[in-house]
């Protein structure tokens, strides 16, 4: 439970931190040639290798 409080908490922080700059992230995305929706497929399989990553740490 502990990790992934601390996993929360670092989510929220950093989105609490990059808020204030969307508008040069859009824009970096845009030179990139990358949709929001792949952005957030991108983000998505990452966590989901990064939760593997700490779960076989775990166990």
């Known amino acids: 439970m ?8 670092i989510a929220g922080g950093l989105y609490l931190f990059t808020k204030p700059y969307k508008n040069e992230i859009g ?12 952005a957030l497929w991108l983000s998505y399989v990452e966590g989901m290798a990064i939760g593997g990553i700490i779960m076989l740490i775990i166990s």
């Open 27 to 38: 824009n970096m995305l845009k030179k990139m040639n990358l949709s929001i929706f792949d």
């Open 2 to 9: 502990k990790i992934i409080s601390i996993y929360l908490l």
